[in-house]
């Protein structure tokens, strides 16, 4: 598959999380200010659907994208490299989030614990790869460093943004630097 091929893979899996979590906000009547993975919690109506959707197959989809790109730059150097390594380890954790679904009885224990750990490897992971990136990779140094900062004022202070905010936030900031790496770097040919 072509790097142009994945421009609008990658656009298409953050459509389908987008439409997704829209979707399912309207049809449960989950609040705005709801986690994000709230349509997907146990007992939640079509909460196995929600979390393929939103979180399983785009996660898969973007992880396929980011093998494709460290494919497309054998040569870039290992800042490079560690930077699309961890594109692709973010990709897998955003994936494990649908698999380890929130529990609302018990927030603090369990899958909700999984699922806590999942979110926090994926923001951890597309934080520093944004970083690598950015020192690594010229076509899109400055944008992923802004994404970087933004990623790291949210979690490092969560009161800057409120809770919800912020992790919605984070993943806007997600969506645009898997979608800058499909545009901007190199395709195969």
């Known amino acids: 598959m072509s ?3 994945l421009r ?13 979590l ?3 906000a309207v049809l449960t009547g989950v609040p705005a200010g ?10 939640m109506p079509l909460a196995w659907l929600f979390n393929v959707f939103a979180w ?4 898969l989809v973007v992880a396929f994208a980011a093998l494709r790109l460290r494919a497309t730059l054998p040569d870039a150097g290992l800042a490079a490299g560690i930077a699309l390594r961890l594109l692709l380890l973010a990709a897998l954790a955003f994936t494990a989030q649908g698999v380890w679904t929130l529990d609302p009885n018990e927030l603090d224990a369990g899958a909700s614990r999984w699922h806590a750990t999942a979110w926090m490897v994926w923001n951890l992971a597309f934080g520093a790869g944004a970083l690598m990136a950015g020192i690594a990779l010229r076509t899109v140094r400055w ?6 900062a933004l990623v790291a004022l949210c979690l490092l202070l969560p009161s800057l943004f409120g809770d919800q905010l912020g992790a919605r936030v984070v993943l806007v900031c997600w969506w645009s630097w ?10 195969p040919h």
Do not use: D, E, K, Y
Not at 10 to 18: P, Q
Not at 56 to 59: D, M, T
Not at 143 to 148: A, D, K, R, T
């Open 3 to 5: 790097g142009v091929r």
């Open 8 to 20: 609008p893979l990658v656009a298409g899996a953050h459509a389908c999380t987008l439409l997704t």
């Open 22 to 24: 829209l979707a399912f």
């Open 34 to 43: 709801a986690p994000l993975a709230w349509s997907g919690a146990r007992g």
């Open 56 to 59: 399983i197959a785009p996660g």
């Open 143 to 148: 944008p992923s460093l802004v994404i970087c």
């Open 178 to 187: 898997t979608l800058l790496l499909a545009w901007q770097l190199p395709r």
